[in-house]
C-alpha cells in the first residue's frame, strides 16, 4: 500500500462510466471476504482491455469459515465485482438515522467483528467491507455516510496500527467524508509494534478480544490499547 501512486487529497472522476482510476494509478489491491467476489475479481481482471497489476490478500483461513460463503446467483449473469460491501444484515440494527457506529474494516477482521455484534446483540453499529482497498472508493464511502448521517466512523483491523491499511485508508476516508461532513475516522486496533504477531496464542486472542470490545463501545476508542501482558 505504501506503494501506491494515487494522490489521498484528491478525488478522481468515479462516474462508472469513463471512471479511469485504476488505469492511472500503478496496481489495485484487494482483501476479499466473500467467494463471489473473489471470482467478480478475477474475472474482471481478465476480461478488461489493459492490464494492471492485481494484489490479492486473502487469507487461507477464508476457505474454510462457515460464514465466507456466497449463493450461486451471485456468480451469475448482471453480477459484478463489489468494491464496497455495505452492511449485510441491515434488518438486525436500527433505522440508519439512529445508527450511531460504522465500522470499517477489510478481510477476515469482518467475521471476528459480526460474531461479536450478534453474540452481544448489538443493533447500533453497521460493519462496512472495503473489499478493494486500492484504489480508494472514495463514492462508496460517500454513499455510506450519506446512508448513515448520524455516525462516526471506526476503522478496525487486526494488524497492528504501523502496519496493515491505516496510513492507507485514513487520509482518504477524511477526504472522502470533508465535503459531505467533515467527519474523519478513528483508529481501533493493536497498538504499533515492531512484529506483526505477538508470538503468544493467549496473548494473541486477548488483544482480539480487546479490540472488538472497543469497536462496538460507544465511547471514542483509546488512543492506545492498554497492555496485555503474560503472566508466567
Known amino acids: 500500500l505504501q506503494l501506491m ?23 489495485q489491491i484487494v482483501n476479499i471476504t466473500t467467494p463471489a467476489n473473489y471470482f467478480h475479481v478475477l474475472r474482471r481482471q481478465i476480461r478488461r482491455d489493459f492490464r494492471k497489476p492485481l494484489i490479492v490478500f486473502a487469507p487461507k483461513s477464508l476457505l474454510r469459515h462457515p460464514g465466507c460463503v456466497s449463493k450461486l446467483e451471485e456468480l451469475g449473469p448482471d453480477r459484478f465485482f463489489r468494491r ?16 450511531q457506529r460504522v465500522v470499517l474494516c477489510s478481510g477476515k477482521v469482518y467475521f471476528d467483528l459480526l ?12 460493519i462496512v ?28 483491523q487486526e494488524e497492528p496500527q504501523n502496519m496493515g491499511s491505516w496510513s492507507y485508508v485514513e487520509p482518504r476516508i477524511a477526504t472522502a467524508l470533508e465535503s459531505i461532513n467533515g ?22 486472542q486477548a488483544e482480539i478480544d480487546q479490540f472488538l470490545e472497543a469497536a462496538f463501545d ?15
Open 5 to 27: 501512486d494515487d494522490d489521498p487529497a484528491i478525488i478522481p472522476k468515479m462516474e462508472e462510466k469513463g471512471r479511469m482510476q485504476i488505469q492511472e494509478t500503478n496496481m
Open 84 to 99: 464496497v460491501i455495505k452492511e449485510r444484515y441491515p434488518e438486525s440494527l436500527l433505522p440508519p438515522n439512529e445508527v
Open 115 to 126: 460474531k461479536y455484534r450478534q453474540d452481544n446483540k448489538i443493533s447500533h453499529t453497521a
Open 129 to 156: 467491507t472495503l473489499e478493494q482497498i486500492a484504489p480508494f472508493a472514495f463514492d462508496r464511502i460517500q454513499e455510506i455516510s450519506a446512508e448513515y448521517p448520524n455516525a462516526e466512523f471506526v476503522w478496525v
Open 183 to 204: 467527519k474523519r475516522a478513528t483508529y481501533c486496533g493493536r497498538n504499533p509494534a515492531a512484529s506483526p504477531a505477538t508470538g503468544n496464542g493467549t496473548i494473541h
Open 218 to 232: 460507544l465511547a471514542p476508542p483509546p488512543e492506545k490499547m492498554p497492555a496485555i501482558r503474560w503472566r508466567y
